[in-house]
């Protein structure tokens, strides 16, 4: 009995999914490949991709300082950086985008002036990667917390005392367990970022091949009633998302585990 | 392990410290900031643009879809967490990725899985025309997208904390007599209290921010569609900043206090 | 303890949100209450919520003593119609093309001959304008100047939006008239097009989205329906509109949806509806939004004087013009491909 409520949960989940697998194979393969393959939606699914790849990495380098500074060091500041930490995850990202606009926007202060010096951000490249970090802030940092906390000095300081670089302490010492953690917040940076929709809705450009992204052109081919190149390019941004979610279970030792 | 000890950040690590500020502080609490500064510029606007347009009709909706979701969610995560860490059966690990696989959907997709679903010459259309429910633009659809996306909470929640308890009190009130529905109802329940209150806490985070299914499912229709989420869209489409500012605001109050009452570990495991 | 608070606060704002959502109770010797849902392109969002609907409230319960209370939809006209196809229970359509209406038709959603009316179905019309910062700053005096470099132009996204159709036709329509160079050719029309898309920064999905971005400073010019340059004027946004030596007569059908009225039982309602817009009372009230009356006898002494005007019928028909500017492949998609290979 309890086996087939598992069944049945899965049924739950799965079957929107089919429906949008079902739904791009309607035209066959070949029009879901003519679909996936026309210019906009490949330099949308590009751009998703490119964009998150780059987040990733900004996040990775900044997440990790931020991470290392709230264990190791005590400056002023510290619990409120440590709360403002979470808030992107609370927040809606709708609101997130809204945010941007406020104090990025034209019309304001800061926004005038980098338009007066021809940096557009919102509506452009900059402001798009500014939300994508802005969501994807905590993963990386909350994920390297627990093991950076669970690293005992007294390793390190054995390792200098024996001689070894910087660079070997790294190596040896510091990186191995820091590495699993890094790819857990990368793989949740990563398969936020690349379906993120309501901060793009709100301040991505949305010019075919140029600032529109794979999440807000699915949205272009809903309204205009083209469900089938909709569902070819959602598969496209599920695979990618989901494998990236694997990579994140794996390494997890998910509860499942024996 | 030696206790913590924090030191002085200097050299190199003073770089490092103030990149990290910089970035936290610049990213997330300035935008915030401004947003405050935005909103009690003209309070007296945004609380009439609220009223006005519909922002207390569209929050109650909000509000009712995250009680909805925690119903919904509190009983099928129970459930489905007690099978996912009690029971071995073949095609437990495709529930184990299944129950993650709403985390990993961009909202869009829900909507369009949905529209799908339910619109014209879909799968499940039969069923809900002969129901008599109406899915697309009305608020049956809006239900079932909150409950797809915030279906991972509870179900991970309590997967976790029964992992950790084991079975070793469920088991010493079975050998003492007690009845399965006993036993549920008096030992695993009381065990998930914590589980319980952050899938809760979680849930309603997440059916407060739901913007893009319920835009795609609702077509946020005014007085019957309208979220507090595709209520801040519709303000900033009609031009009343203030009003949309104002549920934003509104917005990342509520998901903020949500959050920051959850223990820190819980946070971004979502 | 933080923790109880917060779950106080949660429980007081779930009770708070049911009594909200919850409607009050039918009260037995109230009068008749009825429901019109309309859903309409993004344009006539003020004329409707700031005069039309309470007019027609006020009106329809001297004449009958029923209340009435509306649903709104108010998004970018191609999306509406799809929506309306898709399942949007809407019993009165006000779309802004020809076209959009004729999904519905297809949809088997209105059943009569929505043209049959003294307007020919037509309830507004417009034309299409350019918008410039005050004092025009980049000197834009027709639709060529759009094209040239360093302007920054806006113009919604057409998959969507009626307005991005209406634009496209105004910048063709004027080229293969003669009015942008001698050249009448369509393939010169393209070139005046494809150098226009180039310029253009951001497609939002409708007009509405396109004139709110341009009011927060994005762009230098704006391609839109006149009315709504007129709308964000009297909400106070500063910017000048530059008239074309020819551009397109903009004409908004509005039509009852006839398989959902009839379900909700609202056909007389929506009938009224439709009728009321083009009252001359309701048109002058359009005039005061900027859109350009339909029916004689509303004066027309606000609006500025226009150049050479042609409609869809003059170009063709919309059933053409679909094939020959808006379907894949066809000029409006040649265009784009063309502006974006020349704009990196």
Aim: proline share 5%; aromatic share 6%.
């Amino acid at each position: 009995m309890r086996a087939s409520f598992g069944v049945w949960i899965c049924a739950l989940v799965a079957l929107p999914m089919l429906a949008v697998l079902a739904r791009a194979a309607d035209g066959g393969l070949s029009g879901a490949w003519e679909a996936i393959t026309r210019p906009a939606a490949l330099h949308a699914l590009g751009l998703s991709f490119g964009l998150s790849l780059l987040v990733v990495g900004i996040d990775l380098i900044f997440g990790l300082a931020t991470a290392w500074a709230l264990v190791r060091w005590d400056f002023p500041g510290r619990r409120l950086v440590s709360a403002l930490v979470d808030l992107p995850f609370a927040v809606p990202t709708l609101v997130a985008g809204i945010l941007l606009v406020v104090m990025l926007g034209p019309q304001s202060t800061l926004g005038g002036a980098l338009a007066g010096v021809g940096i557009d951000v919102i509506y452009a490249w900059p402001g798009m990667i500014l939300a994508l970090c802005f969501v994807t802030l905590p993963f990386v940092v909350r994920a390297v917390e627990p093991v950076l906390e669970e690293l005992d000095p007294a390793e390190e300081e054995a390792a200098r005392t024996l001689g070894a670089g910087e660079a070997l302490i790294v190596r040896q010492v510091l990186l191995p367990p820091l590495l699993p953690a890094l790819a857990v917040g990368a793989g949740q940076s990563f398969a936020r970022a690349i379906g993120e929709f309501g901060a793009m809705a709100v301040l991505s450009g949305n010019v075919p091949r140029e600032t529109l992204v794979g999440s807000v052109y699915v949205l272009g081919e809903v309204e205009a009633g083209d469900s089938v190149e909709a569902a070819a390019v959602s598969v496209v941004l599920l695979v990618v998302s989901i494998i990236a979610q694997l990579v994140v279970s794996r390494v997890n030792q998910p509860w499942g585990r024996e | 392990m030696t206790p913590r000890h924090r030191t002085k950040p200097q050299g190199f690590g003073l770089v490092v410290t103030a990149a990290a500020i910089l970035w936290v502080v610049g990213l997330v609490g300035v935008p915030l900031g401004a947003l405050l500064l935005a909103v009690g510029a003209e309070p007296a606007q945004v609380v009439s643009e609220l009223v006005q347009q519909g922002g207390l009709d569209a929050l109650g909706r909000s509000i009712v879809l995250a009680v909805f979701a925690v119903i919904v969610g509190g009983v099928t995560g129970t459930l489905g967490g007690i099978v996912l860490a009690r029971q071995r059966f073949w095609g437990r690990a495709v529930l184990d990725v299944a129950v993650d696989l709403p985390l990993a959907v961009s909202p869009v997709i829900v909507g369009l899985a949905f529209v799908i679903l339910y619109g014209r010459g879909g799968w499940l259309e039969p069923l809900a025309t002969a129901l008599g429910v109406k899915v697309l633009f009305a608020t049956p659809g809006l239900f079932l997208a909150t409950a797809f996306v915030c279906l991972p909470f509870f179900v991970r929640e309590v997967a976790l904390v029964l992992e950790e308890v084991g079975t070793s009190e469920e088991d010493a009130a079975r050998t003492l007599g007690a009845s399965e529905w006993q036993v549920f109802v008096w030992v695993t329940l009381p065990q998930l209290r914590g589980a319980l209150r952050v899938g809760t806490l979680l849930t309603v985070a997440r059916a407060l921010g739901e913007f893009g299914a319920v835009l795609v499912l609702g077509g946020a229709i005014e007085g019957r569609t309208q979220t507090a989420t595709t209520f801040v869209h519709t303000m900033m489409e009609e031009r009343h900043d203030a009003g949309a500012f104002g549920m934003s605001l509104i917005l990342a109050a509520m998901t903020v206090l949500l959050v920051q009452a959850l223990p820190t570990g819980a946070r971004t495991k979502h | 303890m933080r923790l109880h608070a917060v779950s106080k606060s949660v429980t007081l704002s779930v009770l708070l949100g049911l009594l909200t959502a919850c409607s009050g109770d039918a009260d037995p010797d109230a009068p008749v209450t009825r429901k019109l849902v309309i859903g309409a392109y993004t344009t006539p969002r003020e004329a409707m919520n700031e005069a039309l609907l309470p007019k027609f409230k006020e009106a329809w319960q001297a004449k009958t003593g029923e209340i009435v209370e509306f649903e709104t939809s108010f998004q970018a006209s191609g999306s509406q119609a799809r929506a309306i196809a898709g399942g949007f229970e809407a019993d009165v359509a006000w779309l802004s093309l020809e076209p959009d209406v004729q999904t519905l038709v297809d949809a088997g959603l209105i059943t009569r001959d929505w043209r049959a009316t003294p307007t020919k179905g037509i309830v507004s019309s417009s034309v299409v304008v350019i918008g410039v910062r005050p004092g025009n700053p980049k000197g834009v005096a027709d639709w060529a100047d759009l094209g040239k470099p360093g302007i920054e132009v806006l113009t919604p996204n057409v998959r969507t939006s009626g307005g991005a159709m209406w634009n496209v036709l105004g910048v063709v329509g004027a080229a293969r008239r003669g009015h942008v160079g001698a050249d009448t050719s369509e393939a010169h029309a393209e070139a005046v097009l494809a150098s226009v898309l180039k310029n253009v920064r951001v497609m939002d999905k409708g007009a509405r989205d396109s004139m709110i971005s341009f009011e927060k400073g994005i762009g230098d010019a704006i391609i839109s329906y006149e009315n709504e340059l007129v709308v964000a004027a009297l909400a106070g946004q500063k910017l000048d509109t530059v008239i074309p030596k020819s551009t397109v007569v903009i004409e908004n059908p509005a039509a009852v949806v006839d398989v959902y009225a009839e379900r909700h039982g609202v056909t007389d309602l929506a009938d009224a509806f439709v009728a009321f817009l083009t009252e001359p009372a309701q048109q002058a009230t359009l005039a005061k939004y900027g859109l350009r009356p339909v029916v004689d006898g509303v004066p027309v002494a606000n609006f500025p004087p226009l150049g050479d005007t042609f409609t869809a019928a003059d170009l063709g028909g919309w059933g053409s013009l679909k094939t020959t500017v808006f379907d894949d492949g066809a000029l409006y998609d040649r265009a784009l491909t063309s502006a974006q290979g020349q704009a990196q």
